[in-house]
Antibody
Framework: QIQLVQSGAEVKKPGASVKVSCKAS????????INWVRQAPGQGLEWMGW????????KFAQEFQDRVTMTTDTSTTTAYMELTSLIPDDTAVYYCARDYTSGSDPDAFDIWGQGTLVTVSS | DIVMTQSPDSLAVSLGERATINCKSSQSVLDSSNSQNYLAWYQQTPGQPPKMLIHWASVRESGVPDRFSGSGSGTDFTLTISSLQAEDVAVYYCQQYYSPGPITFGQGTRLEIK
């Protein structure tokens, strides 16, 4: 079945970086973009950015523009999100989510990973 | 940025009754070139990722019960659950994907059983 499986929970110190992986299976990986969404404890959903797996093009929320890198490895059908210069307010569950349709812009998100808890604490 | 505002923030409805959640966007998410509203609804239960219920404002995702329906156009949208079931207790989010500068979500509406 179609699924996205994310890497495990991380604990980081302020100023460090974290790289979360998202392995796709059950569909043609290059046909759909991947989004990253985070959710702070008890809070709502915040879109971080999108990568076209086909072209490598990216779009980011301005808040993360200078700190986030999104990449994909088509040989392993895995997407990655790296966030640098972590602060305690970056403590959140980070989700990857697949575009519903294939296109040149992010879309609605039909498949979600299970989430990766990133805790930033000294 | 397109700001999405949901109302109410929380809602308690009796089993079998209708639940209605509203979502308003700060600018239109209707693309006049294809007459599509770039609006989706998600359901999130505790400890789970969100689940897409509806896209294009009114198209139900495969497998979603038909008691869920979406309506509206332009800037005003509604998610309706026609007959509330116990398993519908969740937080519901609307999302606009008209403009990826950035994609934005509503703040969420918590739905409980009265």
């Amino acid at each position: 079945q179609i699924q996205l499986v994310q890497s495990g929970a991380e604990v980081k110190k302020p100023g460090a970086s974290v790289k979360v992986s998202c392995k796709a299976s059950g569909y043609t990986f290059t046909s759909f973009g991947i989004n990253w969404v985070r959710q702070a404890p008890g809070q709502g959903l915040e879109w971080m950015g999108w990568i076209s797996v086909y072209s490598g093009n990216t779009k980011f929320a301005q808040e993360f523009q200078d700190r986030v890198t999104m990449t994909t490895d088509t040989s392993t059908t895995t997407a990655y999100m790296e966030l640098t210069s972590l602060i305690p307010d970056d403590t959140a569950v980070y989700y990857c989510a697949r575009d519903y349709t294939s296109g040149s812009d992010p879309d609605a998100f039909d498949i979600w990973g299970q989430g990766t808890l990133v805790t930033v604490s000294s | 940025d397109i700001v999405m505002t949901q109302s109410p923030d929380s809602l308690a409805v009796s089993l079998g009754e209708r639940a209605t959640i509203n979502c308003k966007s700060s600018q239109s998410v209707l693309d006049s070139s294809n007459s599509q509203n770039y609006l989706a609804w998600y359901q999130q239960t505790p400890g789970q990722p969100p689940k897409m219920l509806i896209h294009w404002a009114s198209v139900r995702e495969s497998g979603v019960p038909d008691r869920f329906s979406g309506s509206g156009s332009g800037t005003d949208f509604t998610l309706t659950i026609s007959s509330l079931q116990a398993e519908d207790v969740a937080v519901y989010y609307c999302q606009q994907y008209y403009s990826p500068g950035p994609i934005t979500f509503g703040q969420g509406t918590r739905l409980e059983i009265k």
